[in-house]
Structure formats: C-alpha cells, structure tokens
C-alpha cells in the first residue's frame, strides 16, 4: 500500500490563487447599495439585498443588544480576532485596520499592524486604545472585554457566536455594512456559496466518511460548530456531532466507540494518529487522515469555508474514486506538503467560537492582497495531503 500522495494539487492551487485576491479597493462606499440578508438554500448560504441602503451615518445592534452608531465610515478599525481580520483582509479593506492579534499574523501585511494581544490570556485594552480606532470588531470569543472596551469610550461591534456557514455568511455581509462595502461583501459570500455547492456536489454520490476532528486533549468539534458545517459540506459524517454541541471533552471510550474512518490534521506528520485512543480507531489503524491549513479551518471567515470545503471534498473523492493511490505518492511531484501550524488545543485567546483559532505564525507573501501566491501554492499542496500509512 502506498505511504501518501497529494491530491488535486493543481485544482486546489487554482482555488488558492483565485481565492486570494480581494474585493473592491479599501476606502470604497458604495451609499446606494443596499445592506445585505442571508438566507438558507439547497446550495447553502445566499446573499440578497434588502431595501436599507449600505451607507451612513447607520445604527445597527449587536449581539450584546447594544445600538452601535456610525456617523461615518470607519477609517481605523482593529479586529480583536483573526476570523474578522480575514473578513476585511477578503473585502479588500485591509488598509483600514490598524490592529490585530498575534493570530492573524498569517495574513498578508498583518505584521504591518499593531499587535493588541495581550500577554496572556484575549486582548489589552491598552493596547486596543492606542491604535485610536474607528470601530473595533469583537468576535464571540472576546465577550468578556467588549464593556472595558466600551468604558473606554470605544465604538465596538460584538458579533454573535459562528455555529453554521450561514452564519459566517451573515457575518461577512455585517462586516461589509459596518464598513460601507456591501457589494464586496456579496461578492465574497457569492465565491463562498459557489465552494459549498461544488463541494457537495464533488460528493453527492460518494460514501461519507465517518470522521473526527481532534483539537487535543479529547477536546473535538462537535454539533451546532462552524467546522461541523463545514466537515458536512466536506462530505463526510462528524461522528462526534453526536456526542453534543460546540467543543467537548470525549473519554477515550467515546473516541473508541465512534470509531472514525478519517482523522482531520493540521500537521503533515499526523502525529495525533499514533497516540491513543485515536491509534486504535479505524482512521488509525489505517493511516487514513486529511491535512487541513489550520488558520481556515479553525477560523470562521469566508476564505476558511472555501479552502476547507475544497480540501475535504477532494481528498474523499480522492479516497474513494481512487483508493488513495495517484502518480503523486509520497509528494514526488516535488512538494512535500508541509505547512505550519499544530494540531489545536482547548480555546484560547485565539478563538472566535471556542475552537482552536491559533492561527500559527505563518507569514505570506505580496503577490496577491490578504494571501500571497508563493503561500498560496504551498499551502493548497500541503492541505491536499491525504496518506494511507502501512
């Protein structure tokens, strides 16, 4: 039995290199366009325009309950979570921001920005205040510092907790609104809907895998989670979507009784396989296992949903029309599918939704806004690796 191979190297670059460039140009208020609306369809999440006009000044409320006033269009925002990074970085406004945290320095430029982490645990508020924003944006995970953020005389939008690609296309046409730029916003849910239904449609009549995501120390993805969604749209069972909701702790037993056909990684060595109880599942004894770019699938954002929809769906057609076997075994098509990243672990101030959005430290290059080519190409062949090991 062959050792590995990389898959749809090719379709999975040209979704990258695609994929990365940007929406209209940072600055850009369309005042008529109207504000954007979400709704569920057979091929996933939809966009439409409703009558409210995408300009300013605007009021909207958030997930706090609180009437959020923009006089005007922000022109300094910081984010206190990647997956809102990501957001702007895809609408093309990443000229804007003017502070991240640590996790979202794999974007392009990012490291261009002040970093407002804080030494430990979420942001500092300190530092949030230094950059002088506009508008901050503050993702489900940072909940606790939206009131010391407010009591500082801040402008914060908190969005709601992501369990669903419906909700993150939600977010994104919020996004869009906040920052005047509906159009872009539609245009990235538009791409992000196309990817699911390619996605589903590249598995509609393939066997669905049962699978696992493991984020480390028993800790999974499990129901009512964006990567749940996002695993379902991939073509394959979650078997812990079962066992409960968000990101529980399952015994070893749970693990064992689930037995998961496929492992999702984050680490070309899927070292997780050989450590128990995951070496004793089906996925185990099998070496059968997909590398996923970790800062998609642990964060969610747009360009998440179509880079980890596109790799999942493909490695299971891979397994199945094919049986993991391709002229490309063992990445002697010249790449050996590395990546950097780690296999997750409990929430931290990384996170959006309580998964693991650690992000990594990758850097990317300048060729295309928000993700370079050079990284572009290196990260589709790394997240194509699918391995059978002896």
């Not at 600055?27 to 409210?52: M, R």
């Not at 296999?343 to 101030?349: Q, S």
């Given at each position: 039995?062959r ?22 140009a ?52 910081t ?14 406004e ?18 261009e920005r ?13 530092r ?53 730029n ?5 245009d990235?849910?538009a791409?992000?809907?196309a990817?699911?239904?390619a ?11 049962d699978a696992?995501?493991?984020l ?26 079962a ?7 399952l ?7 689930t ?32 590398v ?10 747009p ?36 990546t ?11 996170t ?18 928000g ?20």
């Open positions: 039995m050792t590995g191979h990389v898959i749809a190297a090719a379709l999975l670059v040209t979704t990258a290199l695609v994929g990365g460039v940007a929406g209209p940072a600055g850009a208020q369309p005042a008529t366009a109207p504000s954007p609306t979400t709704e569920t369809t057979t091929d996933g999440p939809v966009v439409h325009q409703a009558g409210e006009t995408c300009g300013f000044p605007l009021e909207v409320t958030d997930a706090t309950g609180t009437t959020v006033t923009l006089d005007a269009a922000p022109e300094r925002i984010t206190t979570n990647p997956s809102a990074a990501q957001t702007l970085w895809e609408l093309g990443r000229d804007r921001v003017v502070g991240v945290t640590q996790y979202a320095a794999y974007l392009d430029g990012a490291s002040e970093n407002v982490s804080a030494e430990g645990l979420g942001v500092s508020v300190e949030v205040v230094a950059t002088e924003p506009d508008l901050v944006l503050a993702p489900n995970a940072s909940a606790g510092q939206v009131e010391a953020l407010r009591d500082q005389g801040l402008t914060v939008y908190h969005f709601p907790e992501a369990t669903s690609i419906e909700a993150i296309a939600e977010k994104t046409g919020t996004v869009g609104r906040l920052v005047g509906c159009e872009a916003a539609a990235v849910n791409e992000m809907n990817a699911v239904a996605a589903e449609n590249r598995t509609a009549g393939l066997d669905r895998p696992l995501y493991p480390g120390g028993g800790f999974v993805a499990a129901n009512n989670t964006f990567i749940n969604s996002i695993m379902e749209a991939g073509g394959v069972d979650n078997v812990a979507a066992e409960g909701d968000g990101y529980p702790q015994s070893d037993e749970v693990i064992l009784r037995d998961p056909e496929l492992i999702l990684v984050t680490t070309p060595d899927a070292a997780i396989l050989e450590e128990e109880p995951y070496a004793s599942t089906t996925a185990g004894a099998e070496g059968n296992y997909v996923m770019e970790v800062n998609y699938l642990n964060q969610p954002a360009r998440s949903v179509i880079e980890s929809t596109t790799t999942l769906s493909t490695a299971v057609e891979e397994l199945q029309t094919e049986d993991g076997a391709t002229d490309g075994s063992d990445g002697e098509d010249g790449s050996d599918g590395e950097d990243g780690s296999d997750g672990g409990t929430a931290d101030d990384g959006d939704d309580g998964a693991t959005e650690d992000g990594g430290d990758a850097t990317t290059g300048d060729e295309a806004p993700f370079g080519v050079v990284a572009a190409l290196v990260a589709a062949v790394a997240a194509a690796l699918i391995a059978r090991r002896p």
